[in-house]
Each structure stands twice: as structure tokens, then as C-alpha cells.
């Protein structure tokens, strides 16, 4: 039934949901509703919320844009050292590889993340007036609709502030043309003061359960809002409040690493498995956009050399000893296709989900809280439990030397490669432990670029990552052109 709804909801909101390419987004759907006549029911606030859903799988009719999922996988993956660009790979793919970021690149564009953003604005500032149509809305159900939506607003100011550093922080719906606003850019500490506070006001109300996994692993529960906590807390270096998250999704019983030998068809091929926290749930109507990116004749990407020769590493002398997060799961070694969202290489389309967080996330996270203030013997124990569980050969047990923190955080990273591989990760995983303590561990980004950047341009992308600001995207070159008040990026003025 979920399902179904979810599905029914998006088509009609891709149909509606016109949006011009000149606009954050415009709410006037084809139909002639407009705001003040739509937002008078539950149903009506329901549908809106699910459209915040919606806008995470696909874009609206007759906007022509790569789809939030491909955004995050390309910002997450493509500037790190795991992925590679392929035979249809595009100029825009080749100048990130090559360390050569140009605010043309359409691959920085973010309108597609605040198209989202103001679908959730929209929510916010719309839905409290429901209550004084509609009798029938409680406020408990009102509050829970206003979590989800603050809680996918954190989310999306969260990949932005990663991404691109300081950024417009738009928090009022833009619902007409005479709305739209020439906003600066906020400071990235501003924007992550509001992203706590918006995960704070979501965490007493959000649901803890749905009664359906489906709901509880598509949309936003407070296990979420804990989930998101500790990944911002562990970006802002608010140790004590990373592993105060992560506790409160540990301790709720919720969740468990999957033993059994068959846990990686289980959490990437079935999907919402119990392991999972929140998922973009894709299905046979709402593809996911990986199969074009990987799997065709003219694949755009596929995995560097070192994700099988050195993250996972080949056990030659015994075929039975394998990671079982590598060859046939995550990529397939014969020819360095990623299949890890592709589960039927005989289809010709995939929706298979993208899990944003998940259980063993939680437990690495914390980890890498726990040997920041001191605890890195408990931090290693996790580690162990998540090399276990993936079967993580010997070769790369590297033993760190528990008390030592540079020893524990490369431990650590190197397990989260493995463990995360193509999941929009390791770009953030490596910024956030290279900048800690004023860039204390350059020399982890330095080392991605010798082995992941091309030879003939390893010094200049050397020199690049030495100026701190390099490490945050352009801004789209369209975006300054059309908001006067917005500044470039100090690396790329």
C-alpha cells in the first residue's frame, strides 16, 4: 500500500510540479491550484510532504536536470580516489578527475538540492496554517509532518555545506515569481547552527515508527534525526554530541548489523533491510540514475584500480578468501564496474535504493567520535565488528597501535572505504578528518592525490589542495549571473 501511494504521489507530482530553469522552484501546478487554495486539508499537507519525497527521486515535468541522487553520488564519490571516469564519461567528469574545477561544470549546479529545500520551506511555512482549516489535523500529526520536513531541509544544507563551504540559507517558501530573493551567501557555521537547531526541533516530535518498514526505512523517523546529528556533529568536531547520537539509535534495538553471509543482498538488493535507517526509495515507476553511470557500454564511471587492488585487496592464493563487500558486490573486478545499486546486470534500467544512513554508519561514526577524546582501544573493537562482519581479508588489518590517533583515524577510514564504497561518502569522509584541528591531517588529501590523481597532473593538483579553499566546489557560473548579492568561492575569483 505504501508502495503504491508513494508511487501514485510522485507521478502526479512530476506531472504538476513544472518548475522554470530560471526559478528555485515554481509551485503553480498545471491544474491552476494555487497555495492559497491547496493548503486547506491533511490530505492536501500529506501530499505536500510526500512531494519533498518525490523531489528526492525525480524533478519536476518539463525541468531538464540530473536527479538528486546523481548529485550525491557524484559529490561525494567523484573528487575522492574510488572512482574513475569511463568511456562515456563527459568533459564536465574529466575536469574533476583532473583536479580542474570550473564554475561551467554543471556538475556543481545545485538547483535541483534547493528545489528541495524550498518544497520543505514551503511545508514549514504552509502547514501550521492546515490546523485552522481542518479540524481533523491534530497537532501531533501536524508537528511529525514539520520534523520530516525540517529534518530533509538539515539534510540538503548538509551536503551543501560540505560541498560548496559558505551558501545561501533560504528558510522562507518561495511560492511566486515576486518572492524570489538576491541572497548572499551565509557562512557555513551559520548554516550548521541552523541545521542543529532544525534537527532539534524535529527529534521530540519526529515518529518512531509508522507501523510499516517501508515508511519507517523511506521516510524521515527520529532514528533519522539522530543519524544526521552524529554526521554533523562529527563534521563540527562536537565529539560527546556525535556519540550521543549514535547511542540513541544503538540503544534503541532498532538496528543490528546483518550477520548472515547473505547481508549485502539484503541491505543493497532487497533493500530496507534492518539495518537501514533512511533510504531514496526507487522502484520499477521512479528508476534510480546508476545504471546509465555505470553499467552501459557508455558507463560514465567506473572503479579506480586501487578499490580492488588495494582497499579490498586479492587473497591469490586462496579463491575462497574474499571481502564480501568486493568482487560480485560492490564492483565486479573483471572490469571495474560498479554494481553495488545494479543487482539484475541483465535489466536494462535499476531501483535498487540509495541508503543514505545505515546501522554500520552509526558504529563508525562513533568510532571515529570515540578516538578523538582518547578512546581508541573501544574505537578499534568497532572496527573489528564491521571487518568481521564484511569478512575484511588480512592483508588489510593494518593493527594501528590503539593510543596512537592518526594510526586509529587511517584505520578507521580505510574500513569506511570498504565498508561504504560508491555510497556518496569518501569525498566528505576524507575532508572532515583531513580539516580537523586546522588541518592537522592534510596529508590525507595530499595522499589521495597521489594515488588517485593522473601523473601528468598530480603536482598542480598537489598545489591546489594546499589552499584550503580549493577543497569546496565553484559556484555555478548561471547562479552568480542571476543573484547579484551571491559571491564565487575565494578559490576560483
Sequence with gaps: MYRKFYIALFLMLLATGAGSCKKWLNLKPADGIVSDEFWKTKEQLAAAVNGIYASLLGNPAGVSDRTIGEYLFMWGELRADMVIPSSGASNNDIDIYNVNLLSTNTIVNWRAVYRTINYCNTVITLGPGVMKQDNTLSEQQLNAYLAEARTIRALMYFYLVRSFGDVPLKLSATTSDDQLEQLPKSKQAEVLDQIVSDLKEAEPVAVTTYGNKDFDKGRVTKYTVYALMADVYLWMDKYNDCITACDKVINSGKFGLIT??????????????????????????????????????????????????????????????????????????????????????????????????????????????????????????????????????????????????????????????????????????????????????????????????????????????????????????????????????????
Design 260 to 493: 548472515s553471509r547473505s547481508f549485502f543482498y539484503q541491505i543493497f538488493g532487497a533493500g530496507n533491510s534492518n539495518e537501514s535507517i533512511f533510504e531514496f526509495q526507487y522502484s520499477k515507476e521512479a528508476l534510480n540514475p546508476f545504471y546509465p553511470l555505470f553499467l552501459t557500454n557508455k558507463r560514465r564511471y567506473q572503479a579506480a584500480d586501487a578499490v580492488m587492488e588495494d582497499i579490498y585487496t586479492v587473497d591469490y592464493s586462496n579463491a575462497d578468501s574474499i571481502d564480501y563487500r568486493a568482487d560480485n558486490a560492490s564492483v565486479q573486478s573483471s572490469n571495474n564496474a560498479i554494481i553495488k545499486f545494479i543487482w539484475d546486470a541483465s535489466a536494462d534500467n535499476s531501483y535498487n535504493h540509495w541508503i543514505v544512513y545505515r546501522y554500520a554508519d552509526i558504529l563508525l561514526m562513533k568510532a571515529e567520535a570515540l578516538n578523538q577524546i582518547g578512546q581508541g582501544p573501544e574505537a578499534v573493537k568497532i572496527v573489528y565488528a564491521i571487518r568481521q562482519r564484511g569478512h575484511a581479508l588480512a592483508a588489510t588489518d593494518h593493527q594501528p597501535d590503539a593510543n596512537s590517533v592518526d594510526q586509529v583515524t587511517d584505520f578507521i577510514l580505510e574500513e569506511r572505504a570498504r565498508e561504504f564504497a560508491f555510497e556518496g561518502k569518501r569525498w566528505y569522509d576524507l575532508l572532515r578528518n583531513a580539516k580537523r584541528n586546522n588541518y592537522e591531517r592534510l596529508d590525507i588529501l595530499l595522499q589521495m592525490v597521489t594515488t588517485a590523481a593522473p601523473p601528468e597532473r598530480q603536482q598542480s593538483a598537489l598545489n591546489k589542495y594546499k589552499d584550503f579553499n580549493s577543497h569546496y566546489f565553484p559556484i555555478y557560473y548561471y547562479e552568480l549571473n542571476t543573484d547579484k548579492n551571491l559571491e564565487q568561492n575565494p578559490f576560483y575569483q
